[in-house]
Each structure stands twice: as structure tokens, then as C-alpha cells.
DNA sequence: GCGATCAGCT
DNA sequence: CACAGCTGATCGC
């Protein structure tokens, strides 16, 4: 334990920081540091070992800390942190906590990264500067010894120029966490001995089943006394989910619990929208509270006690195996979705999506490829081929392109010859400019605007992929439609599409890139907010460049969105601007970008350029004397996926280079991929990616059409 | 010399 | 793994 902190430095991450005598200490962060926490689950055993952690500077004052903080960018490996800065709070062992941005504290006298702070470059820690009362430089140290605290004096707190925090303002308020009385004014001890009351007070009207479901208990024996505070008159028994919080180290959330009576059965019905309309945010809890419920069910099923009475009359929860529990076990996949998938069962035929249309389950069906063409470009009924400009052949002259990819368009060179490329006015700009197609040989489709090519209906639908990107749907006369999805990521306003409503479905041509359970990548919209508030707290230095990742063709709704929000002008070359000015973007969008890299302090970069360290150190030479600092965003779902925790974003930082990955996705999630599917209903599904063979097609089907694949 | 194709890399 | 794309070597015209 003793180079837990050390640990957690080689990565650059933490999870939180301690203050304790005016000094301030590290919680580690991911990877090594976790064990810390992971190996003491026991808020005593972990508030002990933080003790021992910080005993050398622990001789005077009493068994309290003054504050404990966790990483708001870092939320998955502070989960722990966060029940433990919780626990000590009710049991009046820390006055305060607050929830901080890395490198959001500001030391304004300070010049970052100039000479004599190279330690900034070494140390994490160093990223923690301090304000305080005196203009006394926050003193670091030079090498990587466990040696971490940094001396402040009379501190005072600022996180971006606000003050938060001084030492003489650590007595803030605080409610108990069962009845929401405040406890402000009384003694740690009177706190505890408040809140044990009220639990206590609780427990005494719940009787015999803390285990058996429903507990309606009549008005007159529900009346509860509560110390000196009123608890409402409830004709639900609260106290087993009170308590069931408390074995989860969850307390705090019990009064939301108690004013929404949530009972034991409602409990178990709860979803994770429902946690979040109650108010309990924070992924972690959240995610906590839904594995517990699972437990519940699994463990009810097998009649099994949850909540055991133990000897001491105190209560917990069993943890799976009795043993250790990782931060991972918040985050199961179902042991049936493990592996290839080749051991799910087939589910029978039955009403899927929605409900009027009763179809037979997707057909199992070998993979055959037409003539050297897989099955997927290739639309049946029909003498169409989709993003096949690799099996160009004279025997078709209808060629669709979806969108403008390289892995799409592959094979079509200016010397097209076969006929007409059909596709999106966005993506026919595209292909005449960067690949020099002439007009002649393309046939924009406006979108959702039917029109019959060779006696075939085909409806372009947007793909909400990248610019341009289309799904097609085929009506041939033989009556059985095809869906070709392209590259595509499922939304609410491709949910809302008339046409695909109405029209039934015979054949599925699905993109399946991401068509496992691992795939659980948050929705576009959290990590933008993601990304502009990490921009917003490494911006404490003038002087960063901050790059932002791009395709080709792709994720341009990440820069509009932080310009917007930041109110900040983006640096792109003539090239990208070019490029950007085929794809119909609105003025509102487009007048954040400038081709002059003097005006703006955030650049969009292709992807390949920050792919490694080395490549942006490159950059930080080119821009050596204007910047000193470095922060990147490399926005990708690939990045989290097999056995990656699951977070927002992951920072890794070299020196004064700063490299963000963040899962933004412009293809479906697992979770979105069964939704669409549910949704569409087809007859027939053909995966257009991993699909190297029958089996491998059938395993990727059955993944989909598993209904406990749910979470 | 140019464009197309492919291997290798991230 | 392989998103989507870059670089460099080779080949044919």
C-alpha cells in the first residue's frame, strides 16, 4: 500500500485528493492505485489505512480529515472514493468534501510549465496547485519519491477563480442522511448517535420480512419516532431498503428512498431511468444500485437470504462470492453473452418490436457470395450493388454508395465506367471533388423522397453516421423489402422515420461493427459535455493547444458543439474547410471554423496525427514558443471495448502532452444495435461486418436476438 | 510522371 | 480486434 500513490503517479490519474494538517494528499487513480480501495471495502479498514497513509504528518490533530475531494473526470475508478468521503461524512470523520477537475485548481502566481517547475511534467500531483492567502509559491517535489504532500498554508480553495473553500469554513451543513434533519450544530458522536437513531427507530417497525417482499404495514404501527426529527406517517415499510442501502455503503441516498417510498418490491422493479428521475445521478451509485437489485433477483430466485440477520443485529449484503468485489463487478455481462456467442440459444419465433406485425424469426441462412461479391453488397431481387466499387463488373451498371468512407468507396477511381453511382447529394459532391467522378456518372437521391430506378422504389433515409451517410431501403416488385443500413448509428429521429414505421421488412442488411456486449459506449451528447468540460479545466494554462481528432469525413459534431459552448473560434487547414463546405453544415456552424491557427487555441487534426505520443510531440516542436502545453481528444469506440472499464473518457498524459480517448461512436452500440433490430422486425438479417463465415453470421444474429442480452 | 493498387501501420 | 485513413513501394500506361 505504501506505493499505492506512486503507482497511480506512473499513470497520471487519481481518483482524489485529501487534505489533512494543511496538507494535501493523493488518493490513487486507475489501474494499481484501485487495489487501495478494492482490497479494503470496509469504510473503517479504508479510512485506517488513509490514516496510516498520511500518519507521518498525523501527530496532533484528532481522527478527522478536513476534506476529501474525487476526480469529476475520473468518475468510474472514484466510485469507491466517493462511499468513502460519504461513509466518514455521516460518521463525522471529514468536515468536507468537495468534487474537483483535474488541473482545475489554479495557482495564479505561478507560471506553468516555464523553468523551475519541471516537476509539473513529472508529477500529477503537481497538477493540484493552490491558492492561499499569502503569495507564497506552492512548493513541489523534484523526483518520484512517495513523498507527495505539498505544504499550504491558511488555505483557501479556488476551482476555476472561485473560492470554495478556506480552513477556517470547514463546519458546512450537514443533513442526516435518513431523515434530512440538519446535524450541523452536534458533535460527531451526537451525529452518529442521531442517524443510528433513526435507523434504529426505523428497523424496530419492521417486522419479520425483511426478506419477503411487499410490507404493507398498517398506519397506527408505522408511526416512527425519529429522535427529534418527524418522520411522515408511511403506509409502506422503508426500513429494508434503508437498510439495504446502508449494507451498500449508500446511505445518502436513503431520504430520496424514504420520501418516495420506495418500498422492498418496488425496489426490485426499479430501472436505471427510474434511479435517474429520483435524482441519483452519479453513474457510479447508479450502476451500484442496479447491480444490487440483479443480486436481488438472482438471489430471491434461489431463495437465498439477502439481508442476513448477523449475530451483532447488524445487516449487509452478500458480494458475489463472499469475496473482494472490483469496481468491474458494477459492469457484468450476463455469463451467457461471454465468449463467441456461438452457445446462445435460438429464441422461438414470437411478436417482436412492434407489436401488430407478427413475423417468423430471422432465418438462418449460409453465406454466399454472389459471383466473388459478398452477399451484403449485392441487393436481392434486384440487379443493385452497394458500396461495391471493389467488385466493379460490367453485368451491373446501378451502384450505390452509402457514404464516403475509404472502406466504402474503395475501387471507384475517376475511370468509373459502369453505369451510375446513386448516393447522397452530400456524398456526390464528395466523390466529383476528392475523387474527380464526373457528374455524368452520379445520381444525387435526396433523402426520404422515393424515386423508382429500373422499377425498383428506393428511399435514401438519413444514416446519422457521418455527413452524407444514407441507409437505402429497396421495394422490389417481388413484394419482400430490403433495408441496407450502411454504416449507421440508431436514433430517436431515425426512430421517428414514417417509412420505416410502416414499411415491413423482408431482408436486414445490418452494419455490425460493434455488435457485442462489450460494446456499451455512452450517447454522443455525454461525451461532448465530456470533452468541452475537460477543455474547460486543462484550460487553466494560456498557453495549451487543445487538437481534436477527426476523419475525413466524420465526427465534425464535436467541434461545432465545443465551439458553440465554449464560444470559441477552431482552427481547421484550407483542405478541411474545403471538405466541409460539400457538406451543407449551417452558416451558424460554419463561422466558428478559421483557416488562420493564430485565431484559435483548439484545432481540428486528423486522427492518425495524435494516434501516438511521438506524433504530437512533432506538434508541440512545430508549435514550441506559442504553446507549452498539449491536450488531444481521440474520439473512437474501439477504445472501449474487451475488458476496458467503462468511463467517459480515459487521460493519459506524457510530460506537458495530454492525450484524451474518448468513446464517441458514429456506429451503433450493442444496446442500440438489438433496439434497432427489435424495431425493424426483419425476416431475414445479414450482418455486413464480421461476417467472415455462416457460423460467425449466425453467432452475430443470435447476439442480437438474445432477449437476455439486455444489459 | 501519374494514377492505381497493395502492404504495413496506427 | 480493426474504425478509417495515412505512408510508401511497386507496377502499368
Redesign the pocket.
Known amino acids: 500500500m505504501e506505493d499505492a500513490v506512486s503507482l497511480a503517479e506512473e499513470e497520471g490519474t487519481m481518483a482524489g485528493i485529501i487534505m489533512h494538517n494543511h496538507k494535501q494528499f493523493e488518493l490513487p487513480g486507475e489501474e494499481q492505485g484501485m487495489e487501495m480501495f478494492e482490497s479494503n471495502i470496509n469504510p473503517d479498514s479504508q479510512f485506517n489505512a488513509l490514516l496510516k497513509l498520511i500518519s507521518d504528518n498525523d501527530k496532533e490533530d484528532g481522527p478527522y480529515i478536513d476534506m476529501l475531494g474525487r476526480n469529476s473526470v475520473m468518475e468510474d475508478s472514484s466510485v469507491l472514493v466517493e462511499e468513502l468521503i460519504s461513509s466518514l461524512m455521516t460518521q463525522g470523520k471529514c468536515r468536507d468534501s468537495m468534487v474537483f477537475c483535474d488541473a482545475s485548481l489554479q495557482n495564479v502566481d505561478s507560471q506553468p510549465f516555464s523553468a523551475g517547475t519541471e516537476n509539473f511534467n513529472t508529477h500529477s500531483a503537481s497538477n493540484f496547485q493552490k491558492l492561499h492567502s499569502g503569495s507564497e509559491r506552492v512548493s513541489f517535489e523534484a523526483d518520484n519519491s512517495s513523498d507527495h504532500e505539498q505544504t499550504i498554508s491558511e488555505g483557501r480553495l479556488y476551482i476555476n477563480g472561485a473560492l470554495v473553500h478556506t480552513e477556517t469554513e470547514v463546519n458546512q451543513r450537514l443533513d442526516c442522511p435518513v431523515c434530512g434533519t440538519c446535524i450541523t450544530g452536534l458533535s460527531f458522536q451526537q451525529r452518529e448517535e442521531h442517524t443510528n437513531a433513526c435507523l434504529d427507530s426505523i428497523s424496530r417497525n419492521e417486522v419479520h420480512h425483511c426478506n419477503a417482499g411487499i410490507s404493507i404495514i398498517d398506519m397506527d404501527e408505522s408511526k416512527v419516532e425519529l429522535g427529534e426529527c418527524v418522520q411522515e406517517p408511511s403506509l409502506v415499510d422503508l426500513a429494508p431498503v434503508v437498510r439495504w442501502l446502508e449494507a451498500l455503503n449508500l446511505s445518502r441516498y436513503a431520504n430520496i428512498f424514504i420520501r418516495e417510498e420506495i418500498d422492498w418490491d418496488t425496489l426490485k422493479c426499479l430501472s436505471d431511468d427510474d434511479l435517474c428521475t429520483l435524482g441519483i445521478t452519479a453513474l457510479g451509485p447508479r450502476k451500484k444500485i442496479l447491480h444490487a437489485i440483479q443480486q436481488l433477483g438472482k438471489q430471491t430466485n434461489e431463495n437465498v437470504s439477502i439481508i442476513n440477520d448477523e449475530p451483532n443485529g447488524k445487516q449487509h449484503v452478500e458480494m458475489d462470492g463472499g469475496g473482494r468485489t472490483l469496481i468491474t463487478d458494477f459492469y457484468q455481462i450476463p455469463p451467457s453473452l461471454q465468449g463467441t456467442g456461438a452457445s446462445v440459444p435460438q429464441n422461438e419465433p414470437s411478436n417482436r418490436g412492434k407489436g401488430e406485425r407478427s413475423r417468423a424469426m430471422p432465418q438462418k441462412r449460409a453465406l454466399r457470395e454472389l459471383g466473388g461479391i459478398p452477399e451484403w453488397m449485392s441487393i436481392p431481387g434486384t440487379q443493385f450493388r452497394v458500396d461495391a466499387f471493389q467488385h466493379l463488373k460490367g453485368d451491373c451498371s446501378h451502384w450505390f454508395l452509402t457514404h464516403f ?3 466504402h468507396y474503395q ?1 471507384l ?3 468509373f465506367r459502369y453505369g451510375h453511382i446513386y448516393c447522397s447529394p452530400i456524398t456526390a459532391q464528395l466523390v466529383n471533388t476528392r475523387i474527380g467522378v464526373p457528374w455524368e456518372r452520379l445520381k444525387p437521391i435526396p433523402l426520404n423522397d422515393p424515386v423508382d430506378i429500373d422499377g425498383v422504389k428506393v428511399t435514401f433515409i438519413e444514416a446519422n ?1 457521418c455527413p452524407g451517410s444514407v441507409m437505402i431501403l429497396f421495394e422490389p416488385k417481388n413484394g419482400k423489402a430490403v433495408l441496407h443500413t450502411g ?1 449507421f448509428r440508431f436514433c430517436e429521429e431515425i426512430a421517428a422515420i414514417p417509412v420505416l414505421q410502416t414499411c415491413q421488412i423482408h431482408t436486414l442488411m445490418l452494419d455490425t ?1 460493434y455488435c457485442n456486449p462489450q460494446y456499451d459506449f455512452p450517447k454522443q451528447e455525454a461525451t461532448i459535455q465530456f470533452i468541452i468540460e475537460a477543455i474547460q479545466a486543462e484550460a487553466f494554462n494560456p498557453s495549451t493547444l487543445f487538437l481534436i481528432g477527426t ?4 465526427k465534425e459534431r464535436i467541434f461545432f458543439e465545443v465551439a458553440k459552448a465554449l464560444q470559441q473560434k477552431i482552427y481547421c487547414s484550407a483542405t478541411k474547410l474545403r471538405l466541409l463546405q460539400c457538406m451543407n453544415f449551417p452558416n451558424e456552424d460554419m463561422k466558428w471554423l478559421t483557416t488562420n491557427d493564430q485565431e484559435a487555441a483548439i484545432h481540428i487534426v ?3 496525427s495524435i ?2 505520443f511521438k506524433r504530437m510531440s512533432y506538434i508541440a516542436r512545430h508549435n514550441h514558443g506559442r504553446y507549452n502545453s498539449i491536450v488531444s481528444f481521440s474520439p ?1 469506440g ?1 477504445n472501449f ?2 475488458g476496458k472499464k467503462r468511463a467517459p473518457g480515459r487521460r493519459w498524459r506524457q510530460g506537458t502532452i495530454v492525450r484524451y480517448e474518448v468513446p464517441y461512436s ?2 451503433c452500440s450493442f444496446k442500440e444495435l438489438k433496439e434497432f433490430v427489435s424495431f425493424i422486425n426483419p425476416v431475414n438479417i445479414i450482418p455486413s ?2 461476417n467472415d463465415s455462416a457460423e460467425a453470421a449466425d453467432a452475430l444474429i443470435a447476439l442480437l436476438l438474445n432477449e437476455e442480452a439486455e444489459n
Not at 476523419?551 to 466524420?554: F, K, L, P, S
Open positions: 468512407h475509404t472502406d475501387g477511381t475517376r475511370a453516421h454504416d461493427t476523419y475525413t469525413v466524420g486528423p486522427l492518425w494516434a501516438s473512437t474501439w471495448g474487451r458514429e456506429h461486418v464480421h
